[in-house]
T-cell receptor, first 114, second 113 residues
Framework: GENVEQHPSTLSVQEGDSAVIKCTYS??????FPWYKQELGKRPQLIID?????GEKKDQRIAVTLNKTAKHFSLHITETQPEDSAVYFC?????????????FGSGTQLTVLP | DGGITQSPKYLFRKEGQNVTLSCEQN?????MYWYRQDPGQGLRLIYY???????QKGDIAEGYSVSREKKESFPLTVTSAQKNPTAFYLC????????????FGPGTRLTVL
């Protein structure tokens, strides 16, 4: 089955700096890669996703890049703000009928220092 | 994601007891999922269902059971066979015909005493 590794497990940055979180996956059939943000005790919320036919996607301060050959994808957050502090999870999946089996990374605790 | 509800928010269970966690959605989504989250770890898939009366095992199905009698409902039973059931349980749903995004419920925190 799919295996997703995520690094680093913790990341501290100064407000205004950039943050980068990296994930690798094992299944070359995976074709969908979402990123979720989870605040303490809350539900995960999708922040951005990318499909395997695209190399990069941006949404304001957030961007995701995908390298299919190397099987890795990264989350980039620019101009970080204290409210960006949370746990971020990457995931990978391939199509399975009308459902998607997501395999998640172990998460990155991002702390933005004021 | 406000259309997915889980109850209860907190649940305490004695060892040897079965317990059922509720998940309801009013988003008209076809697919529903159950994940387990342990402290400091990612989410792991327990079961998923693509349509009514059909479901498949995920990566960690042992000790769990589900049913899908209605499109809106996907309850999860944690049985006494689950050796370490204390965790945060999250339900999710999506409709692949329109989006791959899985929307999560608020979760149930289960503690076995």
């Amino acid at each position: 089955g799919e295996n997703v590794e995520q690094h680093p497990s913790t990341l501290s940055v100064q407000e205004g700096d950039s943050a980068v979180i990296k994930c690798t996956y094992s299944d070359s059939a995976s074709n969908y890669f979402p990123w979720y943000k989870q605040e303490l005790g809350k539900r995960p919320q999708l922040i951005i996703d990318i499909r395997s036919n695209v190399g990069e996607k941006k949404d304001q301060r957030i961007a995701v890049t995908l390298n299919k050959t190397a099987k890795h994808f990264s989350l980039h957050i620019t101009e970080t703000q204290p409210e960006d502090s949370a746990v971020y999870f990457c995931a990978a999946s391939r199509t399975s009928g009308s459902a998607r089996q997501l395999t998640f990374g172990s998460g990155t605790q991002l702390t933005v220092l004021p | 994601d406000g259309g997915i509800t889980q109850s209860p928010k907190y649940l305490f269970r004695k060892e040897g007891q079965n317990v059922t966690l509720s998940c309801e959605q009013n988003l008209n989504h076809d697919a529903m999922y159950w994940y387990r989250q342990d402290p400091g770890q990612g989410l792991r898939l327990i079961y998923y269902s693509q349509i009514v009366n059909d479901f498949q095992k995920g990566d960690i199905a042992e000790g769990y059971s589900v049913s899908r009698e209605k499109k809106e409902s996907f309850p999860l039973t944690v049985t006494s066979a689950q050796k370490n059931p204390t965790a945060f349980y999250l339900c999710a749903s999506n409709n692949r015909a329109s989006t791959d995004t899985q929307y999560f419920g608020p979760g149930t925190r289960l503690t076995v005493l």
